[in-house]
T-cell receptor, first 113, second 113 residues
């Protein structure tokens, strides 16, 4: 497909479990972003990659959150020892370069029980 | 703390009217401004971006930017029921992370037939 692809679309996990969320950006897009969107709020920045380099991880809420993009294309956001407050929609976006408009995937809705 | 403020609404307009959505931002160094539309349960969809003071038109949509007043707006002409969605204003700051966006909480628009 031509757009940003995220999987899974929905994830339910028990508190304390680890989860991994995948993002496949638009082909050729150098920049990749992860955002967290709580219900009724705008997306909040988590982390940013340019190719395989993680240039900014200032938005990651705790050291339980980890993101990687080892080959400069697909990215994985991992959350360890999940907590109820991690329940949110996790959005991935990509752009041709950092300053260009970002295009979002459909997101992963994470529910922690 | 860089902030983007939007009236949460809901903003209700009759079909065929002009809908006016407003956004203010706190960081005077901001350079790029974006409007996203988000249908319930869906991901944000880019509809307009603007970098320079003045107006930018694309079909029924006009984005207006006034950097001196730190104000950006979106006008939707001939509003249709299908325009009913939450509209997110996003700002990319100059000098910060090369790419991350700061979002407002969104304005919910309802277009009544």
């Amino acid at each position: 497909g031509a757009g940003v692809s995220q999987s899974p679309r929905y994830k339910v996990a028990k508190r304390g479990q680890d989860v991994a969320l995948r993002c496949d950006p638009i082909s050729g897009h150098v920049s990749l972003f992860w955002y967290q969107q709580a219900l009724g709020q705008g997306p909040e920045f988590l982390t940013y990659f340019q190719n395989e380099a993680q240039l900014d991880k200032s938005g990651l809420p705790s050291d339980r959150f980890f993101a990687e993009r080892p080959e400069g294309s697909v990215s994985t956001l991992k959350i360890q020892r999940t907590q109820q407050e991690d329940s949110a929609v996790y959005l991935c976006a990509s752009s041709l370069a950092g300053a260009q408009p970002q295009h979002f995937g459909d997101g992963t809705r994470l529910s922690i029980l | 703390q860089k902030e983007v403020e939007q009236n949460s609404g809901p903003l209700s307009v009759p079909e065929g009217a002009i809908a006016s959505l407003n956004c203010t931002y706190s960081d005077r160094g901001s350079q790029s401004f974006f409007w996203y539309r988000q249908y319930s349960g869906k991901s944000p969809e880019l509809i307009m971006f603007i970098y320079s003071n003045g107006d930018k038109e694309d079909g029924r949509f006009t984005a207006q930017l006034n950097k001196a007043s730190q104000y950006v707006s979106l006008l939707i002409r001939d509003s249709q029921p299908s325009d009913s969605a939450t509209y997110l204003c996003a700002v990319k700051a100059y000098g910060g992370s090369q790419g991350n966006l700061i979002f407002g909480k969104g304005t919910k628009l309802s277009v009544k037939p």
